[in-house]
């Protein structure tokens, strides 16, 4: 019933920004969980940036502070995920999940039920 779908990876020179977008759909209640994850090549998932849809301020990993931002559209139903001064290392695939609440496991992959199927984002050096 849930449905997250990824959009706007590509291929960027290192220094370079894009724009991911996580469509939501399926979740009527008021308050849910929304987090982006990236999993670099032969590596495990690693949580990036999480919303908490009602108000909630954003949530973001140590690694990527000051360079990524997260933030939700209500009109076309995504959290965003903006992606400034990019490097090698920010190459993965980008996924984004749902869960009830952004809670001390907000970043535990496992904890998720819901996920979108990714997109690549392939930083150059």
């Known amino acids: 019933q849930v449905q997250l779908v990824e959009s706007g990876g590509g291929s960027v020179q290192a220094g370079g920004s894009m724009r991911l977008s996580c469509t939501v759909s399926?979740?009527?209640?008021?308050?849910?969980?929304v987090t982006w994850f990236r999993q670099p090549p032969g590596k495990g998932r690693e949580a990036v940036a999480a919303?908490?849809?009602?108000?909630?301020?954003?949530y973001l990993a140590d690694s990527v502070k000051g360079r990524f931002t997260v933030s939700e559209d209500n009109a076309r139903n995504t959290v965003d995920l903006q992606l400034d001064s990019l490097k090698p290392e920010d190459t993965a695939i980008y996924s984004c999940?749902?869960?009830?609440?952004?809670?001390?496991?907000?970043?535990?992959?496992?904890?998720?039920?819901?996920w979108g199927q990714g997109t690549q984002v392939t930083v150059s050096a």
């Open positions: 399926g979740r009527t209640y008021r308050r849910y969980c």
């Open positions: 919303l908490f849809h009602g108000g909630e301020g954003p």
């Open positions: 999940a749902s869960k009830t609440y952004c809670d001390i496991a907000w970043d535990v992959p496992l904890k998720y039920a819901y």
